[in-house]
């Protein structure tokens, strides 16, 4: 089988509520996402899934654990070897879209790339394919305020994808959609995936969206199932 793009081995975080009482969050999380696959991470509200995404997205530390990003563990990397390598590999949607308001869609997808070191050039044909393959190259110079709540969230995933990461994270993407555009929305999120042979983690309530992807794991009581 492929080597995992990101694995998370016995991944323990707990927070402190005051000054002495200790909330246990995660408790020794284990977790493979292979090359090409799409991972639902379902779990009732509280349960640890935004803090297990912002571990894996090498956002916050765990108390415990080892966390490997192409089989690489990262655990002794200092904090700019990390903030590269999630530039370079993490791509993150969340549930609202925090596209900036001033800039066109394609200017909002064009910024991380040339704060990567992409020519504008280059930016801007990448912008306009990511567009593409969502349906929205007749958007790209719309503002966000110009945009519906599901348009805006099709911008923000293709800014996830701007530097090629081979990892999406999402945290409940399309939580704050209704019924009808979350579907598409997930549907432009799931196809751009697997047509860029990316890997994502998707933390969803919505279990007939889980239910589409290839895995489902559940977080509860700290673990996962
Ligand atoms: P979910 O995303 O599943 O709703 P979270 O990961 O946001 O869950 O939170 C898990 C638990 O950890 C909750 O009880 C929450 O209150 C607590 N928590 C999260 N972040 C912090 C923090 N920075 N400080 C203290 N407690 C926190």
């Known amino acids: ?3 995992p793009v990101l694995e998370l081995a016995a991944i323990e975080k707990s927070y402190l509520k005051g000054s002495t009482n200790k909330i ?7 977790l493979k996402l292979f090359p090409g696959e799409t991972v639902a991470l379902v779990a009732p509200s509280g349960a640890g899934k935004s803090t297990l995404l912002q571990i894996s997205g090498l956002l916050d530390k765990p108390l415990g654990g080892k966390i490997f990003i192409n089989g690489t563990e ?3 990397k200092n904090d700019n070897h990390l903030t ?3 530039r370079r590999e993490i791509g993150f949607v969340y549930q609202f879209h925090h596209l900036l308001p001033e800039f066109s869609s394609r200017e909002n997808i064009d910024l ?3 704060s990567n070191g992409i020519s504008s050039k280059e930016a801007q044909r990448r912008s306009n394919e990511l567009l593409s393959l969502v349906n929205l190259a007749d958007r790209s110079n719309h503002r966000p305020s110009e945009l519906s709540g599901g348009e805006q969230q099709r911008v923000a995933i293709c800014r996830a994808l701007a530097n090629k990461p081979r990892i999406i994270l999402a945290d409940e993407p399309t939580g704050n959609l209704d019924q009808k555009t979350t579907l598409s929305v997930f549907e432009s999120l ?3 995936v697997k ?3 990316l890997s994502a983690l998707i933390a969803t309530h ?6 589409r992807m290839d895995r489902v794991v559940k977080l509860i009581d700290g673990k996962i199932s």
Request: aromatic fraction near 0%; avoid cysteine; charge should be positive.
């Open 1 to 3: 089988m492929n080597k």
């Open 24 to 30: 246990e969050v995660l408790k020794g999380v284990n």
């Open 74 to 76: 990262i655990q002794n």
């Open 84 to 86: 590269m390598i999630r």
């Open 112 to 114: 991380p790339q040339l």
């Open 190 to 192: 799931v196809t751009i």
């Open 195 to 197: 047509q860029t042979n």
């Open 206 to 211: 919505n279990l007939d969206l889980a239910s």
